[in-house]
């Protein structure tokens, strides 16, 4: 992203008639500043639904778990480094590989430093629990010991069941943010009773929210939220900006794929994507992340999504895939295989109409017609109907990034400001839990 940003920005400076459309933007947004008086923002309705108490757990729930050696942490994708800058990353602005792990530390800063903040928890509306799950468990999930993937959630629990305001309410005006897919939460429905930490089956969890990146259909307490990308624009500027670039990007190839095979899982489908993919290298662009290091260099896959018109999504080790969103950011339209990879989850994110921003070619018919099935669907859509996607696609872009903490006071809604204005008014109205999903 940073070298296609700063090709925009040279771009944007060798028209010396734009440079001066941004300074004389510039100067209007100055003065328009300037000219706000402190009345104008006190008239704005300040938090509607409510604020938020933000617990101050003893740092071995949160902060310590960000200390802890790199090397103790799960065998693949994970790398050192997930606070720097509050969970953004070194450079905000590089669109670069984001932990889902990084979720938890996001939401903590976002809240923290919100205008709906309170420091009087007899004033909130809603109470969030700073705990990083997906850290606290995640170190734990590949050792024999099943016993020490739940302690950490126990002692937390042990530690809010204290605290007068979760008595009151038993936890149901509680949320927090967990950055893992839910199934590692879950061990006792876990078929085999093998996997994952027991955190989302314990009692004193049946009433509060969670905002995670994979839902269990079932559970309405789940609550799915975008992956974090490395997309953090600062102001609506350098969005629009964003939006103006990946609209106007010159897409050369009509589709792509994005993925490692898991050799050792027969009849892959990733591997059947990635080896059409190979064969139709006239249509097909790949990113082979069993070649390239996809992890640790994100501008392979940015520009091969930026110059595709449709991105492939078939379901990964779980349903959902980080990928979806890194697709959409830049203005790809995502081709589905499972319903539940986006559509049975980010309903307060994505648009209500799956048609209208997406293609969906059910998995059990490639299997059935043969691969070739995915170019001739693609190719079937007019020009005018890929524009019309893709425009969706780019309009939905601030719902599903995190945007960089301003107090709240941003002139667009991102994925976080959507969570938030969601549980709120859920808590506030004692809404259904089925309304929210
Ligand atoms: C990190 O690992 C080293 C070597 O195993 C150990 O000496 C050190 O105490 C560990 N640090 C933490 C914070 O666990
Ligand atoms: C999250 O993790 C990545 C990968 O380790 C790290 O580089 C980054 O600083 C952390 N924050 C974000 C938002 O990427
Ligand atoms: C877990 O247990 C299995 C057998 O029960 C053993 O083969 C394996 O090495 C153990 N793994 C660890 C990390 O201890
Ligand atoms: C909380 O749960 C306990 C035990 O289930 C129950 O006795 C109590 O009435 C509940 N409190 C509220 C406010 O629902
Ligand atoms: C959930 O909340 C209700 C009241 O809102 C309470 O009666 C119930 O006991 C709570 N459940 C648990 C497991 O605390
Ligand atoms: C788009 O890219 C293709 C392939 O690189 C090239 O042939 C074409 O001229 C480009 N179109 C524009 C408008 O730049
Ligand atoms: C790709 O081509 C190879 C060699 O012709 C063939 O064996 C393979 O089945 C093809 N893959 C797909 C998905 O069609
Ligand atoms: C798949 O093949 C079957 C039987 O040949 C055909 O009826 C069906 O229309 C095909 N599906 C698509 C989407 O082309």
């Not at 990928?323 to 994505?350: E, H, I, N």
Request: hydrophobic share 35%.
């Amino acid at each position: 992203m940073k070298t296609t940003l700063n090709s925009a920005r040279a771009h944007i400076s060798s028209h010396p008639r734009l440079c001066l459309l941004i300074a004389f933007l510039s100067i209007q947004v100055l003065v328009l500043s300037i000219a706000r008086t402190p009345n104008d923002v006190v008239s704005e309705p300040e938090c509607p639904s409510g604020r938020v108490y933000v617990y101050n757990l003893p740092p071995t729930f949160n902060k310590h778990l960000l200390l802890q050696n790199c090397t103790d942490l799960h065998p693949y994708n994970w790398q050192c480094g997930i606070a720097t800058n509050h969970g953004y990353g070194a450079a905000a602005t590089e669109l670069r590989r984001v932990l889902p792990e990084n979720l938890s530390v996001i939401f903590h800063h976002r809240i923290l430093t919100h205008k709906c903040r309170t420091t009087e928890p007899e004033s909130a509306t809603a109470y969030y629990i700073p705990f990083y799950a997906g850290l606290a468990v995640g170190k734990y999930l590949w050792t024999n010991d099943t016993s020490k993937r739940d302690l950490s959630c126990r002692r937390m629990l042990k530690w809010v069941q204290k605290q007068k305001y979760w008595q009151k309410s038993n936890g149901s005006d509680h949320f927090m943010a967990i950055g893992r897919i839910t199934w590692d939460f879950r061990r006792l429905t876990d078929p085999g009773q093998i996997w994952g930490s027991t955190f989302l089956n314990m009692p004193d969890m049946q009433n509060v929210t969670r905002f995670i990146i994979e839902k269990a259909p079932a559970d309405a307490r789940d609550v799915s939220v975008p992956y974090p990308t490395g997309f953090h624009p600062e102001t609506k500027y350098n969005l629009r900006e964003w939006q103006k670039y990946a609209r106007g990007y010159n897409r050369s190839s009509l589709f792509t794929f994005i993925g490692a095979t898991r050799g050792w899982v027969s009849n892959d489908f990733r591997g059947l994507l990635l080896s059409y993919c190979y064969n139709e290298s006239g249509h097909c662009r790949v990113v082979d992340c069993s070649v390239s290091a996809c992890s640790t260099d994100a501008s392979v896959i940015v520009e091969a999504l930026l110059g595709s018109e449709f991105c492939l999504q078939p379901r990964g080790d779980s349903f959902t895939r980080r990928s979806v969103f890194d697709c959409m950011v830049a203005g790809s339209v995502p081709v589905f295989f499972w319903k539940r990879t986006a559509y049975d989850q980010y309903r307060r994110f994505l648009p209500g109409e799956p048609k209208s921003y997406s293609v969906f070619i059910d998995h059990e018919e490639v299997r059935r017609n043969g691969t070739s099935l995915i170019k001739d669907v693609l190719m079937g859509f007019s020009k005018e109907e890929i524009r019309r996607k893709r425009e969706k696609v780019i309009e939905t872009i601030p719902r599903l990034i995190y945007a960089m903490s301003n107090g709240g006071l941003r002139d667009f809604k991102d994925a976080f400001d959507v969570a938030l204005d969601g549980v709120l008014e859920r808590i506030k109205k004692g809404k259904e839990w089925d309304d929210f999903l």
